[in-house]
């Protein structure tokens, strides 16, 4: 007897089906192709249409045949994967499960792909998108022998001419790297600096100590590689360790002749990594207007709602300061729409832009539903989802309105901890029954420690890699992730969890405010707002956003306005789109329920997307 609700039943479905059409397939899968037959036919009988079934998910497995390539020209016939008598009513949301090496993209959707509701289709009641196979996944295992893997170990790949076109580190476990990459040829060697210092790549049994090796990668199909790879200190430098902070490193090596051409050479070898990014622009920034260091800023959207809000946050980070900004998008989850408007909205308002994209590894306890992805994609990745050359990253959550200098929270003095979070508000009594972390398990975990909440946060790359925070927090979150019941709001009570051991800096209150767990008497003092649900009331995002903000219709407006004019569309229409967006969101609002739709899925029930992005502030 087979479980149907399950992936891995569907996916093997799949493959007896094929197998059963080949001809030294039949006898082998007939006995389990017959049985399955059978069971498929008792549940058609007594269910005519998915509406009826208790789903979360409908799941399509597509596996290519013969049959899909035509006899008589160079036509494709497919595969295909159908849905049929799918509920009209219900919100869903699209994606696709491929090969693990690959990294897939939406690049043709007219419709909302995380927002989608059948009934407001048309006639004919089809959504179709295009997606496309953006790159390659290149993965590995770095070792030292008698040794733990070399955790924070940095690595480059490049071709001949430019050496350093990615980079990323190594994990503590099993010594895990990862890279983006196209078919090619490549070359990987250790980055200039610490790391090339120490250590040298040990080649086929050989470790040369007077040059800097590299390995040889060739990519010539769509299966991705695993490479192996294996280093060794250096004679004199075996009793070294890589991790080490700043502070104690300029006492090692202040004023070192070699330190110094170490970076100087890194710099030139890793050129500017925003001219080799292919996602990532450098406009002119209107000299003159714009002067400084430059604000990175990070962000996170799902769905056009999300990204309208995205927009908003964006122009209001400009008007409040003068300094270069660039912000970096976690590219996973962002529509093709939001894809095509970003580079004008660049060059129209002066700032800088890159997409960046991680795959989830194999190893670390994954996650079902799209929203806790999305959350985990915050917090667990941030030492290896940057160029190793961005130093400190703020960021903020994509429904928050910013009002003061962000170029004030970029320069503040973190006291040596790689994050900073502001603190939940404890002002508005009427929330007191809500505030979790001052009762029970949270009370006795958190030993007077503040509880901080996750939608604006300070990270301190450097720091963050020299303590090996990224590797302490994946630690933590495989044990507790295995239990349903831990990491309700992932990316904020995982931080808040660890702080203990990945220290927090507590940033002041005005740095967030939020009308649910602030109340209005610090409402003048605040710096930014974001608009975190009420568990109260559960009001619609876009309505509370109105009332909150006094400055957001005038942002929305020009935002919309700016979209309408890049993509030619109305604005009415827009704004048709996002209140179809609210009107199914807030048909099943929930600011208690964490279920959403699985991510691996082809298309799935979501909670209320209004609610779901960020009930982690909840």
């Known amino acids: 007897m087979f479980n149907f609700m399950l992936i891995e039943v569907k996916k093997f479905s799949g493959l007896v089906n094929v197998a059963g059409s080949l001809d030294f397939g039949r006898w082998l899968v007939f006995f389990l192709y017959y049985e399955m037959s059978v069971l498929c036919g008792i549940m058609e009988h007594y269910i005519s249409s998915l509406v009826d079934l208790p789903l979360k998910n409908y799941y399509r497995y597509v596996v290519p045949t013969m049959d899909d390539f035509s006899n008589s020209d160079s036509s494709i016939n497919g595969p295909k994967a159908f849905f049929a008598n799918m509920p009209l009513s219900k919100t869903l949301t699209m994606n696709l499960d491929v090969p693990e090496p690959w990294l897939v993209e939406p690049v043709v959707a007219v419709h909302d792909l995380d927002n989608i509701l059948l009934e407001n289709l048309g006639e004919t009641r089809t959504l179709q998108a295009v997606f496309e196979l953006e790159a390659l996944v290149l993965t590995g295992h770095c070792l030292e022998k008698d040794h733990d893997p070399p955790r924070g170990l940095q690595l480059i790949l490049g071709t001949k001419s430019m050496p350093h076109l990615v980079d990323t580190l190594v994990m503590a476990n099993l010594g895990y790297w990862q890279m983006k990459v196209s078919p090619g040829v490549w070359y990987l060697q250790l980055a200039p600096g610490r790391s090339s210092e120490l250590y040298v790549l040990k080649e086929d049994g050989d470790a040369s100590q007077g040059k800097s090796l590299s390995k040889r990668i060739?990519?010539?199909?769509?299966?991705?590689?695993?490479?192996?790879?294996?280093?060794?200190?250096?004679?004199?430098?075996?009793?070294?360790?890589?991790?080490?902070?700043?502070?104690?490193?300029?006492?090692?090596?202040?004023?070192?002749?070699?330190?110094?051409?170490?970076?100087?050479?890194?710099?030139?070898?890793?050129?500017?990594?925003?001219?080799?990014?292919?996602?990532?622009?450098?406009?002119?920034?209107?000299?003159?207007?714009?002067?400084?260091?430059?604000?990175?800023?990070?962000?996170?959207?799902?769905?056009?709602?999300?990204?309208?809000?995205?927009?908003?946050?964006?122009?209001?980070?400009?008007?409040?300061?003068?300094?270069?900004?660039?912000?970096?998008?976690?590219?996973?989850?962002?529509?093709?729409?939001?894809?095509?408007?970003?580079?004008?909205?660049?060059?129209?308002?002066?700032?800088?832009?890159?997409?960046?994209?991680?795959?989830?590894?194999?190893w670390l306890h994954k996650q079902t539903e799209k929203q806790r992805i999305i959350w985990a994609y915050k917090i667990l990745f941030l030492d290896v989802i940057f160029p190793l050359s961005l130093e400190k990253v703020i960021f903020v959550d994509a429904d928050q309105v910013v009002r003061a200098d962000m170029g004030e929270l970029y320069d503040m003095d973190l006291k040596g901890r790689p994050l900073a979070y502001t603190p939940f508000c404890d002002n508005n009594k009427d929330m007191d029954g809500y505030r979790f972390w001052r009762q029970g398990f949270w009370k006795e975990h958190l030993r007077g420690k503040p509880y901080h909440i996750s939608a604006l946060y300070v990270v301190d790359l450097k720091k963050f890699r020299q303590t090996a925070a990224g590797d302490n927090l994946r630690v933590i979150y495989e044990t507790l992730s295995k239990d349903p019941n831990s990491l309700a709001n992932l990316d904020q009570d995982l931080p808040n969890y660890a702080q203990h051991t990945v220290q927090i800096f507590s940033l002041p209150q005005e740095w967030l405010w939020c009308e649910s767990w602030c109340g209005n008497v610090t409402k003048s003092k605040a710096k930014t707002i974001d608009l975190c649900n009420n568990p109260m009331t559960k009001e619609p995002k876009l309505q509370g956003a109105r009332r909150i903000v006094s400055e957001w219709p005038d942002l929305d407006s020009e935002a919309r306005q700016f979209t309408a004019k890049i993509l030619g569309d109305e604005v009415e229409r827009q704004e048709t789109t996002a209140a179809f967006s609210i009107q199914s969101d807030t048909s099943k609002s929930d600011a208690s329920s964490t279920e959403s739709g699985p991510s691996h899925t082809s298309t799935s029930d979501v909670s209320s997307e209004e609610d779901s992005e960020s009930k982690a502030e909840l």
């Open 218 to 362: 060739t990519i010539n199909d769509l299966q991705g590689k695993v490479v192996h790879m294996e280093v060794v200190k250096k004679k004199g430098k075996e009793h070294e360790k890589l991790l080490v902070s700043d502070d104690d490193r300029s006492q090692e090596k202040k004023g070192s002749w070699n330190s110094n051409i170490l970076k100087w050479a890194s710099g030139i070898i890793g050129g500017s990594e925003n001219s080799k990014k292919k996602e990532s622009t450098s406009v002119d920034r209107r000299k003159g207007e714009r002067q400084g260091e430059i604000i990175n800023i990070f962000s996170i959207a799902s769905g056009h709602l999300y990204e309208r809000f995205l927009k908003i946050m964006i122009l209001s980070v400009l008007k409040n300061t003068c300094r270069p900004v660039k912000f970096w998008f976690i590219k996973n989850y962002l529509s093709p729409q939001f894809k095509d408007v970003i580079p004008h909205m660049a060059q129209e308002y002066g700032f800088e832009y890159e997409l960046v994209t991680y795959k989830w590894p194999t």
